[in-house]
Structure formats: structure tokens, C-alpha cells
């Protein structure tokens, strides 16, 4: 009788034992996970900020650029257009549409937040301060400041008429020959529209800087 129950004992603590362990290594797994995890939201996060930094050079050469032409308009040709831009390049092409019509844009990379997100850790984040910044900056991230297409549009649909009714594909004599208050009003509305996208990716730019610096001063879980 004794033995039975000192074997049932030994079973008993020895299954309990068992989840014991179970539940150790589960929680070490998960605390490797959550690291893992925590690590790629950072790289994430530094890959957003030095693309942003990479759009913002790109949008203060096109605004650099177009002021240039806008200020020197009476005395202008595609030569003196094309030494403007290759002081300021902000594109793979040299041709004159691609210089008066081309937008740098960004595009935001958020694989790893998702991943917060879809799996609920989010909620695991109990600096209730760095949960709101990361689910505030992703927000901005979402946008885009790809605003501006129809403008480019514009300019480029200048160009193709212009191209068509003289039967050149040459864009240099193009411009040289036609350019007019209307592709000057087409060019005035690009800087002021690129001026707004560099506003608000230079803030963007500063408020992904700052949670960076916490995510590394403090991690996330």
C-alpha cells in the first residue's frame, strides 16, 4: 500500500515537475522571441530614418533647383537648367522632363511592426509612453507625402504636347523654343507643393530620431 502511494506521489511531483520545466523553457523561448523581435522593429526603424533622410536631401535639391529656374525664368535655357541640376541631382535621368517633373518619394517599411501589431506584443510594451510613440510614428510613416502626382503630371503632359504639335522628341529644343507662363505657373506649384513635402519629412524625420533613441535607452519589452 505504502509503495503505491509514494508511487503515486513520485508520478504526481514528477509531472508537475515536468510542466514546470515546460513552462520555463517556454517563457526563455519567448523572451528570446521578444528579443529577436524588439532587435528587428530597431533595424526597422533605422531603415525608415535613413531613407527619410535620403528623400529629404532629394525633396532640398528639387526645391534648390526649381528656385533657381523660377528666378532666373527671362534668361533661361535647358543648358542652364541641366548645370543647376547636376550641382543638385535628385535623379537617375538627365532629360528635361525628368528634371522638371520628377518626385523623390518615400516609402515606409513596417514588416516587423505589423508583426507587434498582428500578434498582440504591442500590448506586452509596458512603457505606455513608447507604445504611443511607436504606434504614432507608424502612423506618419504611412503617409507617404506622395502628394503632387497630378502637378508632375502637368509638367510632363506640357512636354508631350509640346513634343507632338512640333514633331520633335528633342525635350532640349522643346524648351528652348516653347517655354511659357504656363510651365512656369506648372513649376511654381511644384516648389510649393515639394516645400510642404520637405516640412513635413523633416519633422517626421525628427520624431523618428527621437523614439530611436528611446527604443535603444530603454527596448521595448
Do not use: C
Not at 528570446?32 to 522593429?41: A, Q
Not at 513608447?130 to 497630378?150: P, Q
Request: charged share 30%.
Amino acid at each position: 500500500m505504502k509503495s503505491n502511494f509514494f508511487s503515486a506521489v513520485a508520478i504526481f511531483f514528477s509531472i508537475i515537475g515536468s510542466f514546470s520545466v515546460e513552462r520555463y523553457i517556454q517563457k526563455i523561448k519567448l523572451k528570446e522571441d521578444n528579443s529577436i523581435l524588439s532587435k528587428n522593429v530597431l533595424y526597422e526603424l533605422e531603415q525608415n530614418y535613413f531613407s527619410l533622410l535620403t528623400t529629404r536631401a532629394e525633396l532640398k535639391s528639387v526645391v534648390d533647383v526649381t528656385d533657381s529656374i523660377l528666378t532666373n525664368w527671362s534668361y533661361l535655357n535647358s543648358e542652364k537648367i541641366k548645370n543647376y541640376y547636376f550641382q543638385n541631382q535628385y535623379a537617375l535621368r538627365d532629360d528635361m522632363k525628368t528634371i522638371l517633373a520628377s518626385r523623390p518619394y518615400f516609402n515606409s517599411k513596417q514588416m516587423y511592426f505589423n508583426s507587434l501589431i498582428n500578434s498582440g506584443l504591442i500590448l506586452k510594451i509596458e512603457n505606455e509612453e513608447l507604445r504611443n510613440d511607436l504606434e504614432e510614428i507608424y502612423d506618419v510613416l504611412t503617409f507617404k507625402y506622395d502628394y503632387g502626382a497630378a502637378n508632375s503630371e502637368k509638367i510632363t503632359n506640357w512636354f508631350n504636347s509640346k513634343m507632338i504639335k512640333h514633331k520633335t522628341m528633342n525635350q532640349e529644343k522643346v524648351f528652348n523654343e516653347n517655354y511659357d507662363f504656363e510651365l512656369y505657373k506648372y513649376l511654381s506649384d511644384r516648389r510649393r507643393t515639394e516645400v510642404g513635402r520637405l516640412y513635413g519629412i523633416e519633422n517626421t524625420t525628427e520624431k523618428l530620431k527621437k523614439v530611436i533613441e528611446k527604443v535603444k535607452r530603454e527596448g521595448l519589452f
